[in-house]
């Protein structure tokens, strides 16, 4: 157990180290949500005008943001193991006395620290943008964004255990970036979306990230209004986190499967 705890802690802690120590990275994992927000946000605010009493399209938008900002972030978590197995290093981590599995969780970990910041430091705009935030909201969006951080990094992981290049895994992450994003009901309400992308949207782990960031910033109607069905039923805030815990769980247990024997 000690071994599992060092694995974990050792590797979490190195992920920090390295995320911060590249400005690039860090400037480039806010700007493209936050150019979402404003250009979209902004652009469109004005043409649909309010989605329902007391909210816009940029106040719509503003928790998908904060949701996809975890999301991108921790679907780059892959990209470390892919360039330490490139290099070499990764051999001598594995050499090392430490459990893979805690190597995986640590590297998940890490990320979700790294999310959990990033989170944080949007809800800056908040005010920006017209939504209100309570400290209560704001105590339980941290366990949220770290609750998506994980189950999304376990994805960024599972696709890393299967690369051997940087651009490889650059090509895998762009394909699942996108069709993700805009399936996830960040962008538009998924309550009046073709048949194909309701299903599409069912299947997509951000779906429920975005459902309960937007229970927490905007309220339950809100989200009741503008989020998934699922057996003609809108989802709970409780609902949303089983779920994405549910999806996490699979996609870190896969990871730390398909690490063990490719390594």
């Known amino acids: 157990m000690a071994g599992l705890f ?7 802690y190195r992920e920090l180290i390295r995320f911060y120590s590249d400005g690039a990275r860090v400037f480039s994992s806010f700007a493209m ?11 469109f605010s004005r043409t649909i005008g309010a989605l329902m009493p007391g909210v816009d399209f940029l106040q719509f938008m503003y928790p998908g943001i904060v949701a996809l900002i975890a999301f991108q972030t921790s679907l780059q978590s892959g990209l470390s193991i892919v360039w330490d197995r490139e290099f070499g290093f990764l051999k001598e981590v594995l050499v090392a006395p430490l459990p893979r599995h805690g190597i995986v969780f640590g590297k998940a970990l890490g990320t979700a620290v790294i999310a959990l910041f990033q989170g944080m430091i949007l809800l800056i705009l908040a005010p920006i943008v017209g939504v209100e935030l309570s400290l209560g909201a704001v105590a339980q969006l941290m366990p949220v964004l770290i609750l998506i951080s994980l189950s999304i990094s376990g994805l960024g992981l599972l696709i890393a255990s299967g690369m051997r290049s940087m651009s490889g895994f650059q090509m ?65 805030f409780s609902q949303d986190l089983v779920i994405i815990a549910g999806i996490g769980l699979v996609f870190i247990s896969l990871a730390a499967l398909s690490f063990g024997r490719r390594d």
């Open 6 to 12: 060092r694995a974990v802690w050792v590797t979490a």
């Open 172 to 236: 895998a992450t762009q394909l699942v970036v996108f069709p993700t994003m805009f399936a996830s009901g960040a962008f538009f309400p998924l309550n009046n979306v073709p048949g194909w992308l309701a299903a599409l949207a069912k299947i997509n782990p951000l779906t429920y990230g975005v459902d309960a960031v937007r229970h927490l910033l905007l309220g339950s109607e809100a989200a009741a209004a503008f989020g998934v069905r699922l057996f003609g039923r809108s989802l709970s």
């Open 33 to 43: 949500p936050v150019l979402f927000l404003f250009v979209l946000g902004s652009g």
